[in-house]
């Protein structure tokens, strides 16, 4: 197979039940357009599907075998098919272990490639494609969420270097393996390794004094990261290093109060954002002179219900346009701070206000009377989209 298996739909078809005559009339049908739709439909009988899992064309037996109705023992037999397009179709299901385990002795790499990379693939079977001669089929199991960690500790010492990466970045990789590809010549690697939240904390720690600015910048980012070397990578001459610090949610509350007021604008842009910020910092932030803190403060989805009201009426009122837009796009905006907005001087600011389904009706039908046809249009496709949640409601 010179180019890359291509699988046709397998969208289920839904017809009436035909007569036993007209049925057999449609599985001997010459044309190969009538057959392949009866093999797809799930009201085929089972017997009708294995006539036609006999058809000369291959195109027929690879419908079958995509059908969610075939049994088990004709998708055994499809697995066997001599045409590669029906075995892939075959490889792609879930519902068949057993064809799994004998398609990932297949010939062709591509085949095992798509064995290994299904999550119903036994363990047994996965455990003998990490010995693949074809690096794509270890990559591809390496990949696989089902992978046990035994398997992703003999792929961390494979020879290509994507097997390695793949391994780097699964969730279930072992400790074992990441100490092993934390030392791994290739720096790709490392750098997966740097931003894998099971990497042990002392190669965090050393990571964290890299030369590299990118393997520092994962770090900052990382919640496994240990708060000492976070408040360490604070001070980081790299701007990003220090505002991902900012955006770690594995700092604690007292050092993101603490780095609310740090003087570096790139750290307090990151508490701004931070998920896990406290009331207190986000209130304080809400104030800062500098307008992408503010802004970010307007577009934190975590900002506490207590000091929300407070925060985005204050940013509402600000200088800066863009700040105002943010505070107008919140979905968490009180209604009355989206009526005062409607009013705003300027028109993107208003078109937020036209676009957000929490904005007071009364409030778009008057932007949809006064302003220009595309704010009709906006504020209008609000209202319509807002009844519509009113009629599903119970």
């Not at 000369?56 to 075939?70: C, H, L, Q, S, W």
């Not at 910092?281 to 219900?305: C, F, I, M, Y």
Request: overall charge positive; charged content about 30%; glycine content about 2%.
């Amino acid at each position: 197979m010179a180019q890359a298996l291509y699988l046709s739909p397998t969208t289920p078809v839904r017809r009436r039940k035909p007569s036993p005559r007209m049925l057999a009339e449609l599985i001997e049908h010459k044309e190969r357009w009538v057959r392949h739709e009866l093999a797809r439909c799930e009201q085929t009988p089972l017997k009708a599907l294995a006539r036609l899992a006999e058809d000369g064309d291959y195109r027929v037996r690879e419908a079958v075998a995509g059908n969610p109705r075939a049994p088990k023992r004709l998708l055994l037999r499809l697995a066997r098919d001599d045409n590669p397009y029906v075995r892939a179709r075959v490889a792609a299901r879930s519902d068949v272990p057993k064809a799994l385990a004998w398609l990932g002795q297949d010939p062709l790499w591509e085949i095992r490639k798509m064995v290994a990379n299904n999550p119903n693939t036994p363990a047994s079977v996965l455990a003998r494609l990490c010995q693949d001669p074809a690096p794509e089929v270890r990559e591809a199991v390496a990949s696989n969420s089902s992978a046990q960690p035994s398997v992703l500790a003999r792929l961390s010492r494979d020879f290509a270097p994507e097997v390695r990466k793949a391994v780097a970045s699964h969730p279930l990789a072992p400790k074992e393996a990441l100490r092993r590809l934390a030392k791994d010549p290739d720096p790709e690697v490392r750098l997966l390794v740097a931003r894998h939240p099971q990497t042990p904390e002392d190669w965090l720690a050393r990571f964290a004094k890299s030369s590299n600015p990118e393997m520092r910048r994962e770090v900052a980012k990382n919640p496994s990261t240990p708060e000492a070397v976070l408040l360490q990578l604070s001070r980081d001459e790299d701007r990003e290093v220090r505002e991902r610090v900012g955006v770690n949610p594995a700092l604690s509350g007292a050092a993101l109060l603490c780095l609310a007021r740090h003087e570096d604008l790139s750290i307090r842009v990151g508490v701004a954002r931070n998920p896990s910020a406290p009331a207190e910092a986000l209130v304080g932030l809400a104030r800062d002179q500098n307008s992408r803190v503010r802004s970010e403060v307007a577009q934190n989805p975590h900002t506490p219900k207590e000091v929300l009201e407070e925060v985005l009426a204050q940013l509402a009122e600000d200088e800066d346009l863009f700040v105002r837009r943010e505070v107008a796009r919140n979905l968490r905006t009180p209604p009355e701070v989206l009526t005062r907005l409607a009013e705003d001087e300027v028109y993107v600011v208003r078109q937020e206000v036209a676009r957000n389904p929490f904005t007071p009706e009364e409030v778009l039908v008057l932007l949809a009377l006064t302003e220009g046809p595309n704010m009709a249009r906006m504020a209008s496709d609000t209202i319509r989209a807002i009844q519509g949640l009113r009629k599903e409601e119970p």
